[in-house]
């Protein structure tokens, strides 16, 4: 006969024991799970922290190049205001020459044929002469124009550039990409 101790405890069966000791184990692998997780949400935390900075960094310089832009879009402007009050001045000043002329030529003058055709001459001459040197006038003008859209161009070039450097070195968003395309299409 098997006698019982005095203390009446009761001893923990093997099946128990074999259970707190699995428990036991799953907590430590859990415990170790979480350790090396801990790892890759690091590294992830890092990835998003880089990804958030590419995106401030983008952002703020597309808002640089669109106030620089605004300000080179206002001084051409006022460039064309400038070329074109100039222009409104000369045909004034033409239509009045014009309109006076008339009125202050008015002489008598008996003129042979040979003299009337010279002085025919001289005014188609002075004519062409006018005609030519509005027409290097506008050239000069649509030059000026050709040469700044080249200048607006090429900033805008650069710029995209810069952005889509930006956008492939540390940010996959799709907002980056819609504002790329957006501005891209600006330029066409």
């Given at each position: 006969m098997?006698?019982?101790?005095?203390?009446?405890?009761?001893?923990?069966?093997?099946?128990?024991?074999?259970?707190?000791i699995e428990?036991?184990?799953?907590?430590?692998?859990?415990?170790?799970?979480?350790?090396?997780?801990?790892?890759?949400?690091?590294?992830?935390?890092?990835?998003?922290?880089k990804?958030?900075?590419?995106v401030?960094?983008?952002k703020?310089?597309?808002?640089?190049a669109?106030?620089?832009t605004?300000?080179?879009e206002?001084?051409?402007?006022?460039a064309?205001?400038?070329?074109?009050?100039?222009v409104?001045s000369?045909?004034?000043?033409?239509d009045?020459v014009?309109?006076?002329?008339?009125?202050?030529?008015?002489?008598?003058?008996?003129?042979n044929?040979?003299?009337?055709q010279?002085?025919?001459e001289?005014?188609?001459?002075e004519?062409?002469?006018?005609?030519?040197?509005?027409?290097?006038?506008?050239?000069?003008?649509?030059?000026m124009?050709?040469?700044?859209?080249?200048?607006?161009?090429?900033?805008y070039?650069?710029?995209m550039?810069?952005?889509?450097v930006?956008?492939h070195?540390?940010s996959?968003?799709?907002?980056?990409?819609?504002?790329?395309?957006?501005l891209?299409?600006g330029?066409?």
């Amino acid at each position: 006969m098997i006698k019982r101790s005095k203390n009446r405890e009761e001893k923990p069966d093997f099946d128990d024991i074999v259970n707190d000791i699995e428990l036991e184990v799953e907590t430590q692998q859990v415990e170790h799970d979480i350790a090396n997780r801990l790892l890759e949400l690091k590294q992830l935390s890092s990835a998003i922290d880089k990804a958030t900075t590419a995106v401030i960094n983008t952002k703020l310089t597309l808002e640089s190049a669109i106030r620089q832009t605004n300000r080179e879009e206002g001084k051409l402007g006022e460039a064309v205001l400038k070329i074109s009050n100039k222009v409104d001045s000369i045909n004034q000043h033409m239509d009045k020459v014009m309109g006076n002329a008339p009125t202050k030529l008015k002489v008598s003058v008996n003129v042979n044929d040979a003299d009337w055709q010279k002085i025919q001459e001289l005014f188609a001459k002075e004519r062409q002469w006018m005609t030519s040197q509005m027409q290097m006038h506008i050239r000069e003008v649509n030059s000026m124009f050709a040469d700044e859209r080249k200048k607006v161009r090429e900033r805008y070039r650069n710029m995209m550039a810069a952005i889509s450097v930006t956008m492939h070195s540390g940010s996959s968003g799709s907002s980056l990409r819609l504002v790329f395309f957006w501005l891209q299409e600006g330029l066409e």
